[in-house]
């Protein structure tokens, strides 16, 4: 009987604290979505970043953002500081050509081909080979390569709800396919794009010659592209030739910078909620949804908060981070940097999925932890926030995973986020004013909730 009391007792605490919650912090949630919708200001700076361009690490044009950005936001009154970041530098080539022919001295049909970040360049004439396919990674050891070129066709599995565990379950051909193919002979590798859909845009992505016997050419193919391969390979009976040219090199390695603006906590000034997306992008595209969404997603929560006059107890860090994409550099360069300052962080909220619809959060955090956010969910439900899932949260703030730091990865939509990812489609063109804001509006949102109600690991 005691036991029951105890029950309905704490049930009504916990329906009267809600509605406490509704009552008062509805309307200040309420005005953050209204601001970032009516303003959209984010997807403003959004236009003005992806109008510098591709922002490749080790490129002008990325410095040139980290410099612009630096600008506009000493501007609104944040504490800003420029961080040096030592970036490998790869460059693609003009020109990226592949066909392929039924033998010697037949007709060449093209195909539309780009080289993986960090491969090496085929010879000027391009490289020649017999094409093996490769359509799931058991095969490899039955496949004879000897000489020839590897064709691994392996697609996004498509019954997976969110995308990015089908992106993780195929990622493999383009990381390792080089390693795995020059192990068995091989002169060179194509993979088929990582894109979720049939399209003639090939995806490029980073990759590793790490135990390789020697390297070889790395490209991708459009999805369209490898479908057509892998058919006219079908009725050759074997004896399909494919050609391909890349021209990229790699060169020194260059100075590029993290952007760090920070606005000072009221309470615990001493204590971080780092908030953030890379500055980087893929050289095809101008990295709109990747990762020009995300970052200005952190960047637009920032600064509806300030101007709300919502100061955190604790400073809110904005960073930019630079080269995601080509080997996490700078993230690495700031969790150094911030070991040797003796940063304490407290939370990390990241956004690299996309500028899509947000449908909520995953996190890495203690169980206790997780249940205090969890229990957010009514106030945000109302804007289409319902994913509330433990697991990964983000590469760059990966680099600063602690015991005592909550890790907040932002889940938007994933359905088409793989038709443009790394390729020549992620423009500012293919991203939705509304839905890019509803994504400001979600992350600051949750940044006045958790400050508020204090919900970081207890020491
Ligand atoms: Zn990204």
Redesign the pocket.
Known sequence: MKRLLLLVLSLACADLSLAQNQETDGPIIRNLYNQALTQQQGYKWLKELTDIGPRFAGTAQANQAVFRFKEILDSLGFETQLQEVTVPVWQRGPQETAAYSFGTGALKIGLNITALGGSVPTPEEGLKGEVVEITNFDQLDSVDLEGKIAFFNIPMDPTFIRTFYAYGSAVTQRWAGAVEASKRGAIGVVIRSLSSSINDYPHTGSMTYEGAPYKIPAAALSTKGAEELSKALATSGGSLRLEYTIQSAWQDSTTSYNLIADLPGTEKPNEYVLIG??ID?WDLGT?AH??GA?SMHAMHAAHLLKSQNLGLKRTLRLVFFMN??FGLTGAKAYARQAKADGIKHVIAFES??GGFSPRGISMVAPDTVVAQIRALRPLLEPYGIHRFGVGGAG?DINQIAAEDVVLIGMRPDSHRYFEV?HSARDVFENVNARELEMGSATMAAFLYLLDKYDIVVQP
């Open positions: 997306g890379h992008s990295g990747d990762d995300g995601e994409e690299d999925g590469a990812h």
